[in-house]
């Protein structure tokens, strides 16, 4: 059924073409409003803000309601949507109404409010301009800030034809809102009740507040006698100064803009009006319970700006309606996991590439990917998984004899179809998978060859070591990679070694839902590190490199020694450049190729190091930047082979950039991403160079130590 709704959005051009717009603009707005504010500091602020325990969110609940009665409000707790949905009917009908308007809620949205009050006789009309449209075509919003971003203006024109019956000219955008202002209008005075979400619920003074740029929710609380507010706890904030400096970041994350057009602060009934009521409805549905978990109750912090999605590379391929269910994004992932059905989430956690943009981009600073992850591996075994998924895993990742012997079965099976040491075409499976040059197995493995390699230079005598983790990668494909690094390490003296046996990160298999086979993994690799290692550990994969920094010290808390390791190793993980540039060396440049660099998701993100900085003295004129140079290339390990039509869709956008360049070189640090761009460019007739780091620095640079 995704795979379905995957080739659907991937074939539907309006949806594309909008987004690709709305993102490219997104980012430069967002730039732009940020600047000259600290992003970071931001962030941490935010975090520290919605920093609650269980306790904490019951007695701010207490707080806001003994200040909400106090003004003559209605506080009302609700355990679950059926809950919420009946005590919402229940006033609509001591009110007589059978039409209410709404402003954007999305947690009316996820207790599907609109289709009970329908099925009771009301008719709710939604009267943000997004949602109506929706509410017209009869779909659900795909974004949580812009609900109908999928649509067209003309797809627009012809619904409001609908409603019209009459020729709506679909260029004239100005009349088209003149017909929703005019429509909308009516229903306002129509309403006996209007329902709002809230942006936040300030305790100490029993306040809400509602953030929009259409002045909708204004309409909706003012004019209908009765206003209901629908609200996850999640929504308290201690204080209306805390409040405030949430009010700064949404909008700057939300829509890239400075200020939102209107803020509307509610704080009790009307003292002239006798008639007015106001009811809040706060809603569990299982927030409280999410709370008492450390880890989760992260995902409680977002305010809704919808950035995790507008920075992610799935979702601007096939939007929220795949990629989330009422909410969508990253946090949408999670929330569906945690508020709808863990079977459907447990499909939707696979799309997630583990790019890690949404992680560093979110303002409340969730690190959504690590959730995403985190779940994914805890919920996965309760469904299918497929059973060479299940083997990869549990027999031959943690295995390094069953890799080297499935590897050997595998340099055999290859030989028909290998050519020049790379793969055109597997046979006999979907053509959706053949869309880059795959790398064949390689004659020797790297382990085999460090072997040689020093066995042949023992009698050199060494300043100084690295210990080198070449990942499943380099041992088994790019074994040239290792080599490389050898030879330019040697240039300078530095001894490498190696594990005593490779094992694979561990990556693969959580990323494939399969925490246990992970965590086997991990510790397995772990005791083939060196007991008490006291060098730097350079890896060529910033992949591995992230998951030993970041998920080794979350895997092994269970046991006191492999955590004590996997701290130790947190510090001394290190990138080629970050090692080199640490080293202090003089690097120069001897020709005159244009360079341009793909950043890895894993590389700042992951290992925290620019490359991109340490090249471009390196290079200086001769290197060209690459737009959007942090983008994932699509390739995410198996996601690129679970997930062929998007990971080929996202590479198709990297190219396109790489291509503007006009570079004789794509340089990167990555081998996954090395097979995917090389091989991608391949399969579309490209032959522009790409090359590891450490090939580049060994064949076109020279290393000097400054005296
Ligand atoms: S998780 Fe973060 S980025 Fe996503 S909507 Fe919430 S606050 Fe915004
Ligand atoms: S990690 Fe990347 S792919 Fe996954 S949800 Fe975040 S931005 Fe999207």
Redesign the pocket.
């Known amino acids: 059924m995704v795979r379905d709704k995957i080739k659907q959005a991937i074939s539907n051009e309006v949806l594309y073409k909008n987004l690709k717009s709305f993102v490219e603009n997104y980012k430069i707005a967002k730039e732009k409003a940020y600047q000259g504010h600290d992003f970071e500091n931001i962030r941490r602020q935010l975090n520290k803000i919605k920093d609650y325990s269980y306790d904490e969110i019951v007695s701010l609940y207490e707080q806001f309601k003994e200040n909400a009665e106090a003004k003559g409000c209605y506080v009302y707790a609700a355990k679950d949507g059926h809950d919420a949905n009946s005590y919402i009917l229940d006033v609509c009908r001591r009110h007589g109404a059978d039409l209410i308007v709404k402003s954007k809620s999305m947690t009316s949205e996820e207790i599907g409010l609109n289709e009970f009050l329908k099925q009771n006789d009301i008719t709710p009309i939604e009267t943000d301009l997004g949602e109506w449209i929706l509410q017209l075509a009869e779909e659900k919003p795909s974004h949580m800030v812009m609900p109908a971003i999928h649509k067209s203006r003309q797809e627009v024109a012809r619904l409001f034809e609908k409603i019209k019956g009459r020729k709506v000219d679909e260029n004239d955008i100005k009349n088209m809102v003149k017909i929703a202002r005019h429509t909308l209008r009516d229903y306002f005075f129509k309403a006996k009740v209007g329902i709002t979400g809230a942006n936040f619920a300030v305790a100490e003074t029993g306040t809400i507040a509602i953030v929009t740029n259409e002045g909708n929710a204004r309409l909706t609380t003012t004019i209908p006698n009765v206003h209901i507010v629908l609200l996850g706890y999640e929504k308290l904030v201690r204080s209306f100064s805390d409040s405030l400096k949430i009010l700064r970041a949404l909008p700057k994350s939300a829509t890239g803009q400075i200020i939102s057009t209107y803020v509307s602060w509610i704080s009790g009934t009307y003292p002239a009006s006798d008639n007015k009521e106001v009811h809040f409805v706060f809603l569990d549905n299982g927030r409280l319970p999410i709370l008492k978990n450390p880890a989760l109750k992260e995902a409680l912090k977002c305010i809704r700006c919808g950035s995790?999605a507008n920075?992610?590379?799935?979702?601007e391929i096939v939007g929220g309606h795949v990629f989330g269910s009422t909410y969508v994004g990253?946090i949408g992932?999670i929330l569906t996991c945690f508020y709808e059905d863990e079977k459907i989430a447990n499909e939707l956690l696979k799309m997630?590439?583990?790019?890690?943009?949404?992680?560093v981009n979110c303002p409340a600073g969730i690190d959504?990917?690590s959730l995403?992850f985190d779940i994914n591996a805890a919920i996965s075994e309760k469904y299918h998984v497929p059973t060479y998924k299940k083997i990869a895993a549990y027999n031959v990742l943690p295995n390094p004899y069953v890799f080297s012997q499935v590897s050997k079965i595998g340099k055999f099976l290859q030989k028909p179809i290998v050519k020049n040491k790379e793969i055109d075409k597997i046979p006999f499976v979907s053509k959706d998978l053949n869309f880059r040059v795959l790398p064949a197995f390689a004659h020797m493995s790297f382990t085999k060859i460090y072997q040689k390699y020093y066995n042949e230079n023992r009698r050199k005598l060494y300043k100084s070591r690295v210990f080198f983790y070449s990942g499943c990668a380099i041992e088994y494909f790019f074994t040239d990679m290792g080599l490389y690094l050898l030879n330019l390490l040697d240039k300078i003296d530095v001894k490498v070694d190696i594990p005593k046996k490779m094992v694979c990160c561990g990556l693969p298999s959580l990323h494939m839902g399969l925490g246990s086979a992970g965590l086997k993994t991990i510790l397995k690799n772990l005791r083939f590190f060196d007991e008490d290692i006291d060098q730097d550990v350079l890896v060529l994969c910033p992949t591995c490199g992230s998951t030993i920094k970041h998920e080794y010290p979350k895997y092994t808390t269970i046991s006191p020694k492999d955590y004590q390791k996997s701290i130790e190793l947190r510090e001394r993980v290190k990138s080629l450049s970050q090692l080199l540039s640490e080293l202090g060396l003089k690097i120069t440049y001897k020709h005159k190729y244009k360079v341009t660099y793909h950043n890895p998701c894993h590389q700042k993100r992951g290992l925290c190091f620019s490359t991109e900085e340490f090249l471009k003295p390196i290079l200086g004129e001769y290197f060209v930047p690459l737009k959007d140079s942090d983008k994932?290339c699509g390739f995410g390990g198996s996601f690129s082979f679970d997930f062929p039509e998007i990971s080929s869709k996202i590479l198709d956008n990297k190219i396109e950039n790489i291509i503007s360049t006009k570079a004789d070189i794509v340089l990167t640090d990555c081998p996954g991403c090395v097979l995917q761009i090389q091989g991608g460019l391949k399969k579309r007739g490209l032959f522009t160079e790409v090359m590891h780091l450490s090939e580049f620095l060994e064949k076109y640079t020279e290393l000097e130590e400054i005296k």
């Open positions: 995790c920075v992610c590379p799935v979702y990253a992932l997630c590439i583990g790019c890690k943009t949404c992680s959504l990917q995403i994932c």
